[in-house]
T-cell receptor, first 113, second 116 residues
């Protein structure tokens, strides 16, 4: 079953605009991760935020986490055509040797040149 | 490092045939995951291994699916017999997990399976 549910399912913006994608989850987590998938490729890890963190930055990426609302958002600033991809949130309930990730269904982002 | 390697990249087969997908994880990683991705169901975890031992195979659809990891550098996912509804992209991912480490996964390029 899906733990993370992304919103919106699809997003189309103009190059240079900011893109905001949201993820909600149901059960408690140790950390939440965002991945990107370009067409025809495997997923690539973008950023991880721990349950005791509220905000994290990496280049043009900003991720927030609200554990009280069980939600996270990924902001891509000054978007580029190359950011066109699907974005997935994934939750990890605990760390350890037998841990696994549960992925959402993804958000399709289109950045128009 | 070459990353996670999967073969074949594309497989077209007829219903009833046996299909074997292969994966070589990143050297040094101790966890390996098999996923299936379809438009309808998204990304589903089929099975994962830690130190070559299957930990959770609850995602395997049915007995037609089996997976093995005979050593730290190789895993297979077998479908026998294959059915059209098995058509999907199958991903292998690996990670390095310790007791207190985070599960950042590295994905292979996937195998696109078409069962006619």
């Amino acid at each position: 079953s899906q733990q993370g549910e992304e919103d919106p399912q699809a997003l189309s913006i103009q190059e240079g605009e900011n893109a905001t994608m949201n993820c909600s989850y149901k059960t408690s987590i140790n950390n939440l991760q965002w991945y990107r998938q370009n067409s025809g490729r495997g997923l690539v890890h973008l950023i991880l935020i721990r349950s005791n963190e509220r905000e994290k930055h990496s280049g043009r990426l900003r991720v927030t986490l609200d554990t009280s609302k069980k939600s996270s958002s990924l902001l891509i600033t000054a978007s580029r055509a190359a950011d066109t991809a699907s974005y997935f949130c994934a939750t990890e309930p605990y760390t350890g040797a037998n841990s696994k990730l549960t992925f959402g269904k993804g958000i399709t982002l289109s950045v128009r040149p | 490092d070459a990353g996670v390697i999967q073969s074949p990249r594309h497989e077209v087969t007829e219903m009833g045939q046996e299909v074997t997908l292969r994966c070589k994880p990143i050297s040094g990683h101790n966890s390996l995951f098999w996923y299936r991705q379809t438009m309808m169901r998204g990304l589903e975890l089929l099975i994962y291994f830690n130190n070559n031992v299957p930990i959770d195979d609850s995602g395997m659809p049915e007995d037609r699916f089996s997976a093995k990891m005979p050593n730290a550098s190789f895993s297979t996912l077998k479908i026998q017999p294959s059915e059209p509804r098995d058509s999907a992209v199958y991903f292998c991912a690996s990670s390095y997990q310790l007791a207190d480490s985070y599960n950042e996964q590295f994905f292979g390029p996937g195998t696109r399976l078409t069962v006619l």
